[in-house]
């Protein structure tokens, strides 16, 4: 979990795209797409990289797709780092 999480924060476009998350709490691949000046397969991309990683999820209402913060994710891969990298 912690190479893939480490992986998906390596690109400066997923980083942003995680940081836009995050901020905005919940978010369409619309306002992603709108947001960065990318395709929709280029968003999609990066995005498959965040969820992988557990870093984000995705909900649907009705035909909508929201993203947010993998809370628990986000926190698992931080007590992992502390574990193996912090003494």
Do not use: W
Not at 36 to 65: D, M, W, Y
């Amino acid at each position: 979990m912690i190479q893939k999480a480490i992986e998906a924060m390596h690109g400066d476009t997923r980083y942003r795209i995680l940081k836009e998350v995050a901020d905005a709490q919940k978010i369409t691949p619309t306002d992603l797409i709108a947001k960065f000046k990318l395709t929709q397969p280029a968003v999609s991309r990066q995005i498959g990289f965040l969820r992988n990683a557990q870093l984000i999820k995705c909900e649907k209402h009705g035909r909508n797709l929201y993203y947010s913060i993998n809370e628990s994710g986000i926190n698992a891969f931080m007590t992992r780092f502390r574990s193996e990298f912090i003494r």
